[in-house]
């Protein structure tokens, strides 16, 4: 059975130990010691799995907007130099918009 990481990820340890159980790979080799920080990564790589969750972006050119998140902080930066508090927190709720709007688009 063909397993992903978020499928691993989010079973319990017993169960991922069976899983080990049945492999013959060092990288779980003494998988009955391990705890589930150490097993879920060892278990990615006897099966051949990327070990980190993947979140794709739909629907939203995500480089232009951290490249425009980025020119918000340097303008955030010269606002906290300028101590105009107005642009600073313009800019800030800027910065929080585009943040929320990429988390919201992240599926």
Do not use: F, W
């Not at 051949?48 to 050119?61: F, N, R, S, T």
């Amino acid at each position: 059975m063909a397993h992903t990481y978020e499928e691993l990820s989010k079973l319990t340890v017993a169960d991922l130990r069976e899983i080990a159980k049945d492999l013959d790979h060092e990288a779980v080799q003494g998988a009955t010691q391990m705890n589930k920080e150490h097993l879920l990564p060892a278990l990615c790589k006897a099966l051949g799995i990327e070990a980190h969750a993947v979140h794709h972006v739909e629907g939203l050119d995500k480089p232009a907007v951290k490249a425009k998140i980025r020119q918000l902080k340097s303008q955030r930066g010269d606002a906290i130099k300028a101590g105009d508090h107005a642009k600073l927190r313009r800019v800030r709720r800027r910065v929080h918009r585009l943040k929320r709007r990429i988390r919201q688009h992240t599926v």
